[in-house]
């Protein structure tokens, strides 16, 4: 029903600076919050960053300051700017969307994209 694709993902050195995006497609009516999770190597996924239609912002206490998130509503398309980069932030990162879709109305669906790689070395 509905379609998150990521792109932006990659190997960079420590210091540098990535961007990610993520468009939602599909059977659209209206998407609510929208959010980067990351998944390291034997470690639980966890929030990196969320942002609500309205443009409020919150991140992860690791990320604070070096990353920015934006969505351009519009286009269904969320941001994550990842400047500063260290080691520890490589990991995959997972877009996530919560969206009311044409089908029904009245559910929020939690949609997840498939994942793209970050590596940042040292």
């Known amino acids: 029903q509905v379609q998150l694709v990521e792109s932006g993902g990659g190997l960079v050195q420590a210091g540098g600076s990535l961007r990610l995006s993520c468009a939602a497609s599909g059977n659209i009516f209206r998407v609510n919050t929208m959010g980067w999770y990351r998944q390291a190597p034997g470690k639980q996924r966890g929030l990196v960053a969320a942002?609500?239609?309205?443009?409020?912002?919150n991140y992860a206490d690791s990320v604070q300051g070096r990353f920015t998130i934006s969505r351009d509503n519009a286009k269904n398309t969320v941001y994550l700017q990842m400047n500063s980069l260290k080691p520890e932030d490589t990991g995959v990162y997972y877009c996530n969307a919560r969206v009311v879709t044409t089908i029904n109305y009245e559910y929020q669906y939690n949609y997840w994209g498939q994942g793209t790689q970050v590596t940042v070395s040292s």
């Open positions: 942002v609500t239609s309205g443009g409020a912002a």
